[in-house]
């Protein structure tokens, strides 16, 4: 797989709230706060550009007044643009588009830029690292999917590690100032590989959600088992 630059950013645990009881979701998003997550991730889904549908920024802001930690609206969405402005009403302070969702990609991240919110590039599994090439200086991080998107609960794809190996060398090569998520099936047994690849933004749903010993226990493993990889 070749090298694997790792990194010396801080990991930071993110949730989704995919796996969660959606008639508790202001719940499961306390108890997530109280167990340690850095920041919570709404993955938004329109059953358009993915096969399936979750919730708008009503749902999102109706969470927002009961935790502090940072919200971010992964929009799983065609031409999302419009959607923008809402979800950073809602208290969203990252917006990660795809870069597949997206014929204008650098309009719409500009769009989140003047929105006032952060803006993150996504990329499905056969989407290669060339195509964010050229919006890199308008991102704060770029997100690697490790699974298709649509649903949670998949299996990690391992050899997406090399992609995310690849986007940290080319931006530690050019100085950015960018964080790397990884997203779909990480858990104890797979996000040692994707830290040592260079990922530093470890969303996790079933595999916090899952583990019989409580979401504390297992935001703590996750962080532990990161942190061991450098």
């Not at 690849?166 to 858990?187: F, M, N, Q, S, Y």
């Not at 260079?198 to 703590?220: C, P, Q």
Request: charged fraction near 20%.
């Amino acid at each position: 797989m070749g090298e694997r630059p790792g990194t010396d950013r801080r990991f930071e645990i993110v949730p989704s709230v995919l796996p969660a009881d959606f008639a508790k979701l202001g719940e499961a998003c306390v108890a997530l706060e109280e167990a340690g997550v850095d920041r919570i991730q709404f993955d938004i889904m329109d059953g358009r550009f993915v096969p399936n549908l979750t919730f708008g920024p009503d749902v999102v802001a109706a969470v927002r007044p009961h935790v502090s930690v940072p919200f971010e609206a992964h929009l799983m969405v065609h031409e999302p643009a419009w959607l923008v402005e809402r979800f950073v009403e809602a208290g969203c302070t990252t917006i990660i588009l795809h870069a597949e969702a997206n014929l204008h990609l650098h309009r719409a991240l500009h769009v989140v830029l003047d929105a006032g919110a952060n803006a993150g590039v996504a990329l499905n599994p056969a989407t290669p690292p060339e195509a964010i090439d050229f919006v890199l200086d308008l991102v704060s991080h770029v997100l690697v999917m490790t699974v298709n998107p649509g649903f949670g609960g998949q299996s990690y794809i391992a050899t997406m590690e090399p992609k995310v190996a690849a986007i940290r060398r080319l931006v530690l090569d050019r100085g950015l100032d960018i964080d790397i998520e990884v997203d779909g099936g990480i858990h104890p047994g797979t996000v040692q590989g994707a830290a040592r690849a260079g990922a530093n933004l470890l969303v996790a749903g079933s595999g916090l959600f899952g583990d019989v010993a409580g979401l504390a226990h297992a935001v703590t493993e996750l962080r532990d088992l990161a942190e061991s990889t450098r």
